[in-house]
């Protein structure tokens, strides 16, 4: 499985935009993602192709941690620590280098020295990105390649819209939370209130897109806590540990469960120094469910 690739092609913004006259007035950045066993682009986190941006048809209301509805992979998802290779280009012009500090230029060098009409000389920069089980997390930094000639048969790519960036998000994934517990042994008693929190909260960045062209920017909006139980809230707050009690929950029988909390985001992306809102909401599932031990209340009489 690591070593399959599946190259995708296709120069982002400029070269697709821009005759070669105009490239050289406006300057380009262009990226290329190597990607092997990749899910469809605008899949859902859960690889549900009809899914994006919390708009899930047919997943379960309430899917607790023994009931796990959508946080189930589908056949094809990547399994955790599955690699992929990342590919960027930019003009091969001495001003220019890989993100997040590329120049941009255009120049002689990089129009003028391919033999093939149509064709730029391009840098080529390629590093490591390897599935965690919710995101794609790169690895060192970009590693130059050398230089080559790319031609007419890869001018055409699509345009930055917020569709295509949902589909990318969908792709590499938020920030996901963990649920932590207080006692934080994990073990508590029936009838007593457990306060629960996450350390996930304020603005969360992710680079998506080849050669992370674009910075997408998501802030909790909220979090829904499955307590093992069958049963779920959701609360505007991430909780804190005792004795913050903003986020609780009592076990009513005795028993070992699993607690899991989903964040619900709101996000917005800059590209080319624009902003551009997100629509709708986006919930990426909690990391692995935290155990709680729930054990019974026994009076001791002494003499």
Not at 265 to 270: A, I, L, N, R, T
Request: charged share 20%; aromatic share 10%; proline share 10%.
């Amino acid at each position: 499985m690591a070593g399959h690739e599946v190259r995708q092609r296709g120069l982002i913004g400029a070269l697709a935009r821009y005759p070669l006259a105009a490239i050289a007035a406006a300057g380009l950045f262009v990226g290329v993602a190597l990607n092997p066993l990749a899910p469809n682009a605008h899949a859902d986190s859960h690889g549900d192709p009809g899914c994006q941006w919390g708009s899930c048809e047919g997943a379960p209301e309430n899917p607790g941690p023994d009931d796990p509805g959508p946080d189930n992979p589908a056949p094809d998802w990547p399994q955790p620590g599955v690699p992929r290779t990342d590919e960027y280009l930019t003009p091969a012009c001495s001003s220019n280098g890989p993100p997040p500090g590329d120049g941009g230029a255009l120049c002689g060098a990089a129009t003028q020295s391919c033999q093939a009409e149509g064709e730029l000389r391009f840098f080529v920069y390629t590093r490591t990105e390897r599935w965690n089980g919710s995101a794609w997390v790169p690895e060192g930094s970009w590693e130059f390649q050398g230089s080559e000639c790319r031609g007419s048969d890869e001018e055409e790519g699509p345009q930055v819209t917020p569709e295509l960036v949902m589909g990318w998000l969908e792709e590499y994934g938020l920030p996901s939370a963990s649920a932590e517990v207080n006692p934080g042994n994990g073990r508590t008693l029936v009838d007593f209130d457990n306060v629960f929190y996450t350390e996930l909260s304020g603005e969360q960045t992710v680079q998506v897109g080849p050669g992370g062209i674009v910075t997408v920017h998501a802030n909790p909006v909220s979090y829904r806590w499955y307590w093992g139980d069958g049963t779920s809230d959701v609360t505007s707050q991430p909780g804190g540990p005792y004795p913050n009690m903003d986020v609780t929950h009592t076990y009513s029988r005795t028993g070992d469960y699993e607690v899991r909390v989903d964040v619900t985001y709101s996000g917005w992306y800059e590209f080319g120094g624009n902003r551009v809102d997100l629509p709708g909401t986006y919930t990426q599932p909690g990391d692995a469910s935290t155990p709680v031990t729930v054990l019974s209340k026994r009076d001791v009489l002494s003499r």
